[in-house]
């Protein structure tokens, strides 16, 4: 498809860069077939992540003449599907990047088990939390990457 072969080019001349998408599952008159080219859509072009919503009918909209179509069961196995699909490119995009260092713009203190952690997001849109003895907040500074922690990855800061 034209969108792939686009995310295809811009990967090309920017190898690191966060593609990421929002995807409506079961849109009124979404057909078993469209919901497989939408996966292999999502499959191909490997979003670093994906915001998955189930259709529901809002009013005073377009769509909510169109009744809700898609069955509840259906809509969830299709949900679960991309989820799981999303859940893989994310950890295989975060785990690229492990053992570089990225810029990070630090944005707020977390509190954790093991004291507090800053969180910010690298260059590339990659969540990520480190330690720190003075406060990083709205400071970009340079950090190693270091491990994932579910959907995120513990950093070293190194500023």
Same mark, same amino acid.
């Given at each position: 498809?034209?969108?792939?072969?686009?995310?295809?080019?811009?990967?090309?001349?920017?190898?690191?860069?966060?593609?990421?998408?929002?995807?409506?599952?079961?849109?009124?008159?979404?057909?078993?077939?469209?919901?497989?080219?939408?996966?292999?859509?999502?499959?191909?072009?490997?979003?670093?992540?994906?915001?998955?919503?189930?259709?529901?009918?809002?009013?005073?909209?377009? +769509?909510?003449?169109?009744?809700?179509?898609?069955?509840?069961?259906?809509?969830?196995?299709?949900? +679960?599907?991309?989820?799981?699909?999303?859940?893989?490119?994310?950890?295989?995009?975060?785990?690229?990047?492990?053992?570089?260092?990225?810029?990070?713009?630090?944005?707020?203190?977390?509190?954790?088990?093991?004291?507090?952690?800053?969180?910010?997001?690298?260059?590339?849109?990659?969540?990520?939390?480190?330690?720190?003895?003075?406060?990083?907040?709205?400071?970009?500074?340079?950090?190693?990457?270091?491990?994932?922690?579910?959907?995120?990855?513990?950093?070293?800061?190194?500023?």
């Amino acid at each position: 498809s034209l969108y792939a072969e686009i995310a295809e080019m811009i990967r090309r001349i920017i190898p690191d860069v966060s593609i990421t998408t929002d995807v409506i599952v079961g849109f009124p008159g979404e057909s078993d077939d469209d919901f497989r080219e939408t996966y292999a859509l999502c499959d191909r072009v490997a979003f670093s992540a994906m915001h998955l919503f189930p259709y529901s009918a809002r009013p005073g909209t377009s +769509a909510a003449h169109f009744g809700d179509g898609v069955d509840p069961e259906t809509k969830g196995r299709r949900m +679960a599907e991309l989820l799981a699909l999303s859940r893989r490119h994310a950890a295989a995009f975060r785990a690229r990047f492990l053992g570089s260092t990225r810029t990070v713009l630090w944005e707020g203190r977390r509190s954790s088990a093991d004291g507090d952690r800053w969180s910010g997001l690298t260059d590339n849109y990659i969540r990520v939390v480190g330690h720190s003895a003075r406060p990083l907040a709205n400071e970009i500074t340079p950090a190693l990457l270091v491990a994932q922690e579910e959907d995120l990855v513990v950093a070293q800061v190194l500023r």
